[in-house]
Structures are given as structure tokens and as C-alpha cells.
């Protein structure tokens, strides 16, 4: 039989029809692509892909290693914590900074058994959109479907820009520690952080094929760096007394009471467990993917706080002096609090060469998802030149288009940097917005699911939370929601145009942005995930009308 497409109506329908399969619960579970009329795939993994329609186009070289190792790449939890000691120290000081990590790390894993549980239900690598598309309700589900996706590829394609930067400016403050003659200008940096998104840019392309390896070395890079750490920190810094550590709050900030100022210090701990879901959003390249993903992210998570929380401490018992500590010239006070703690520059230079490597490594990981979350999207349609980028390459399985794109959009976001310094610190406020937000959206649609569906007729995945997930689920979006409203807060009273926190207004015209665009072309174009078996599904029903 010729082969045949379907038009947008036809689509569109089919995408209903698969709507009230998922809706049925049992009659899809333990059903395959091949009962339904479909031809014959090679694995499991492409026979749950099909039942969401979805053909396998990129290779699954993932395991869970690989995958613990993506995520721990990503969130980079033990150095992202200490790479803003300043924010917190000022405003809460190292008691503020102790209980508000516990109570983050506690929220995070709320979140990452959520998201475990909906990665194990639809493991496609969209994430976000694709939950919401299948778990919202029928009316909503386009426009909260698209609104995820906008708000997942923004908060994603950020993250590089931030994480670009931060390799570079680690560099410059390694320079700063070393030269004090050295005169650092603004554009050195963002110079510097092209340099880092090219190396991420080789990582993804020549090597793409070995990105598996490559994340497990990142794995082991991260642990051992760990170690390479904390030790120094342990044995050799100077001890301050528990009461000290645990017990001593700052107010730098100008606060009216100690509430405020911790709460203002606590996005600290808030920008240190971004990224848990990585590995859902390489899905489609992991083998065994239904079960590998939920244990890559609640591991994960739980793996990272644990480091996190004991170079936390390790770090507030090693300061000297928490004033001087708050005022490093490198812009990072852990350098001089290493420098300290170690008893000369060279020693401490080398543990922050060692926290330097581990960063940029991670850039390839974080552009790696990035890149994917943008290909997912636009296979759905639902950006411009979503052809283009949506294209893989045949020869490599990767999404080479969506890796260049990626590149283009860091390289264009970096020159804001140029301008403020300030404004590239709303980045990484604008990343942890978005990927809140989108995991508000996507939650709130599975607690309606659970609230509204009986239990029997969802198709769970092997990862279920079973009676427990409503109450988790609503601890989950409690501490989302609080999250969110405190990364929009300046970080002192009274702050000057060139010290605000701008990140509300910058993720307000990107969400305005969204809702326009779709309204202009998403309505018209988006309706939801895609059915790649068009021919499949119109010969097999030709077939068994002819029985």
C-alpha cells in the first residue's frame, strides 16, 4: 500500500484518540504498537514510545550510570553551594545558610520523587510538556502543554548561558587570587564563556556519540573532586565552634527582621538542586528508560544533597571571618576562604583549579539537555524553524541542528553580560523560575489526575508513589510555589537600578512573550504530541476494516 499522511484535522484526531487510550488505563498497559496494527520495533523502550505515538529517532546509549552521571553533571550541587556563600552569608549567615539547604534538599526530593513517577509513566524526552499534555485536563491541555514547553526550553536555554559564564568567571576570580594587579573588565569574561560553550560544543557534536562515557568520567570527576575538597577543608582550615557555625545568624542586608533576611539568602540552597530532571530529558536515548529514569532522579538528588550539605559545613567551619568573607575581590568567597584554610595561595589556586575543571566539564551535559528539551519541542511544532531543528542526522542519531541552535542562543544571551553584571545573575533566577513553574503546572496536572481518575484506570508506570502521592505531591508544589516567590527578591532593602533583582521582569516578558506567540501561531499549530505513525495507523485500519 502507498504510503499515506494525514493532515492537521486527521492529526489532530488521532492525538484525541490517543488521549482516550491513555484515559483507559489497563486496556494500554502490556498493550505493544504491534497489536495495534503497527510495525514490528526492537525494544521495549520503542514500544512504549509508540503507544504515546512517538517513532524512535535518536540512539539509546544511556544506562544508569551514564544517567546518574548526567544529572550529578547538571546540578553540580556540592560546588553550586558554595559558589554563592556570599548572597547567603550576607543575608542569614552560616545558620541561615545550614537549615535553609536541609529544608531545600528536603523540598527537592518531594519534587524528584514527583517528577520520577511521571518520567515512569511517559518517558519521552519533552519532560514537562509531555506530562501535561497527557495528564491535563482535556481543555487545557494545548495551552498548559505549550506553556511547559515554553517555559522548560527558556529555563534550559538559560541555564547554559548561566553555567557558560560561571566557568568563566571562575577563571577570571583564579586570575584576580593570583594577580592583584589584574584589572577584570566584563567582557573578559563573556570572551571566556564562548570559549567554554565551543568546548561544549565538541563535546556534543565530535564526540556526541560517546556522551554516555563521557558523563560517566563526569560522575567520577565529580565524586573523587569532592573528596579532593573536603578533606583539605576538614584537616588543615581553621575550626570554629559549633555554636558558632549553627548558631550565628547576619543581617547584611538591612532586613526589618531575621525572617526576611533568611528568606532572602535562602535562593542560595534554591540554585544548588536545578536541573534534577536531566536525565528525563535525554529519555529516548536510555535503555530501559521506565525505570532507569525514576531511580537517576531520586538518586540523584538525594546523592547531590549529601555532598552538598557536608562541604556546607565543612566550608562555614573553615571561615575566618565572616565579614571579610562577604567582600572577596574574586567575587567568590570560597577562594580566599580555600586560600585560608589551606595556608597558602598555591594550594588553595589548586583546589579551585579542581572545582574549574569539574565546571567546565559540565557544560556538555547541561548543553547535551538543553539541546534535546529544544529538539522535543520542536518536533511538536511548536517553534520557529522547528523543521530545522527538529532534523537528527541519520548518520550520528544526534540532534545536531537543535546543539547549533542551542550554541547560537548562549552565544546571544552572553553579550547581556557585557552590559550588567547584575542582569547575567538574573539567569540563573530566571532558570529556577522556569523550571518551578513548569513543574507546578505539570504536578498540579497529575494531582488533578490522581484527585479526579480512579486509581485503576491510570496507566502507572514501574515508578509509582501509590497512596502517598497526593500529600507528597502537595508538599512538592507548597515548596515550589514558595521557592519561586523568594528567587524574585532583591537582595537588600533599599537596592540601587544597578543592584536589582530583575529576574521577575525578565521572566515576565519571556512568559508574555509565550502566551502572545501562542496565540499568534501556537493555537493554529500546536496540538500536542505529535502521532508519528500516520501511515501505520491509517493501513492498519484499513486492514481490519477489511476483516
Known amino acids: 500500500m502507498a504510503s499515506t499522511t494525514l493532515n492537521d484535522d486527521n492529526r489532530t484526531g488521532v492525538t484525541s484518540t490517543l488521549d482516550n487510550e491513555i484515559e483507559e488505563g489497563p486496556a494500554l498497559r502490556g498493550r505493544t504498537h504491534q497489536e495495534a496494527g503497527f510495525s514490528e520495533q526492537e525494544t521495549p523502550d520503542e514500544n512504549v514510545m509508540a503507544r504515546f505515538g512517538k517513532k524512535q529517532q535518536l540512539k539509546r546509549r544511556f544506562k544508569s550510570l551514564s544517567s546518574i552521571g548526567l544529572i550529578c553533571g547538571v546540578m ?17 549567615g552560616p545558620a541561615g545558610l545550614i537549615w535553609g539547604y536541609l529544608a531545600t534538599w528536603i523540598g527537592a526530593l518531594f519534587q524528584a520523587v514527583v517528577m520520577a513517577e511521571m518520567a515512569s509513566m511517559i518517558p519521552l524526552t519533552g519532560g514537562p510538556f509531555n506530562w501535561v499534555a497527557i495528564l491535563a485536563p482535556r481543555p487545557y491541555r ?31 576570580g583564579l586570575v584576580i587570587l593570583n594577580y592583584r594587579s589584574y584589572a577584570p573588565q566584563l567582557w573578559h569574561a563573556t570572551l571566556m564563556s564562548y570559549g567554554v560553550s565551543l568546548f561544549g560544543f565538541f563535546m556534543n557534536t565530535y564526540l556526541g556519540r560517546h556522551l554516555p562515557r563521557i558523563e560517566g568520567i563526569m560522575l567520577i570527576s565529580y565524586v573523587l573532586g569532592f573528596f579532593a575538597i573536603l578533606v583539605p577543608l576538614a584537616y588543615l582550615g581553621p575550626r570554629r565552634s559549633a555554636k558558632e557555625v549553627f548558631g550565628t545568624y547576619q543581617n547584611i542586608g538591612g532586613w526589618s527582621s531575621g525572617s526576611l533576611s533568611f528568606f532572602t539568602g535562602w535562593v542560595t540552597s534554591l540554585t544548588s538542586f536545578l536541573g534534577g530532571d536531566g ?58 576562604i580555600f586560600v585560608g584554610a589551606v595556608g597558602s595561595r598555591s594550594g588553595g589556586s589548586a583546589l579551585v583549579i579542581v572545582m574549574t575543571f569539574i565546571n567546565i566539564l559540565s557544560i556538555t551535559g547541561t548543553i547535551a539537555t538543553a539541546s534535546r528539551v529544544l529538539w522535543a519541542f520542536s518536533r511538536e511544532n511548536s517553534l520557529p524553524f522547528s523543521k530545522f531543528i527538529a532534523k537528527v542526522e541519520p548518520e550520528t542519531y544526534l540532534p545536531i541542528n537543535a546543539i547549533i541552535v542551542t550554541i547560537c542562543i548562549n552565544v546571544a544571551l552572553a553579550l547581556i553580560s557585557i552590559g550588567s553584571y547584575e542582569a547575567y545573575l538574573a ?8 523550571y518551578l513553574s513548569a513543574f507546578i503546572i ?12 480512579p486509581a485503576s484506570k491510570i496507566p502507572w508506570g514501574p515508578f509509582s508513589l501509590g497512596r502517598a502521592g497526593v500529600p507528597i505531591t502537595i508538599l512538592a508544589l507548597c515548596y515550589s510555589v514558595l521557592a519561586i516567590f523568594w528567587s524574585f527578591w532583591p537582595g537588600e532593602v533599599h537596592p540601587s537600578p544597578e ?21 499568534l501561531h501556537g493555537r493554529k499549530v500546536y496540538v500536542g504530541p505529535i502521532w508519528e505513525y500516520e501511515a501505520e495507523l491509517l493501513e492498519a485500519q484499513v486492514a481490519n476494516t477489511m476483516r
Not at 494545548?142 to 536555554?157: E, R
Not at 567551619?317 to 580566599?336: Q, R, V
Not at 505539570?442 to 481518575?453: F, G, N, P, V
Request: net charge negative; proline share 1%; charged share 10%.
Open 76 to 92: 553540580l550541587t556540592w560546588e553550586s553551594v558554595i559558589f554563592s556563600l556570599q548572597f547567603g552569608l550576607a543575608n542569614g
Open 142 to 172: 494545548k495551552f498548559l502543554s505549550y506553556m511547559a514547553g515554553w517555559l522548560t526550553v527558556i529555563g534550559w536555554q538559560a541555564f547554559v548561558v548561566a553555567i557558560s559564564y560561571t566557568c568563566a568567571t571562575l577563571i577570571q
Open 279 to 336: 536525565a528525563d530529558h535525554v529519555a529516548e536515548e536510555i535503555q530501559q528508560a521506565q525505570k532507569v529514569i525514576p531511580f537517576s532522579i531520586w538518586f540523584s538528588v538525594l546523592l547531590n544533597g549529601a555532598l552538598g550539605f557536608a562541604i556546607l559545613l565543612a566550608t562555614l567551619f573553615s571561615i575566618d571571618n565572616l565579614e571579610a568573607a562577604t567582600e572577596s575581590k574574586t567575587g567568590y568567597p570560597f577562594m580566599d
Open 427 to 434: 539567569l540563573y533566577s530566571i532558570t529556577l523560575s522556569a
Open 442 to 453: 505539570s504536578a498540579s496536572c497529575m494531582l488533578h489526575k490522581r484527585l479526579t481518575t
Open 499 to 519: 543592584r536589582m533583582n530583575y529576574s521577575v521582569l525578565i521572566f515576565g516578558i519571556a512568559v508574555m512573550f509565550s502566551i502572545v506567540f501562542w496565540f
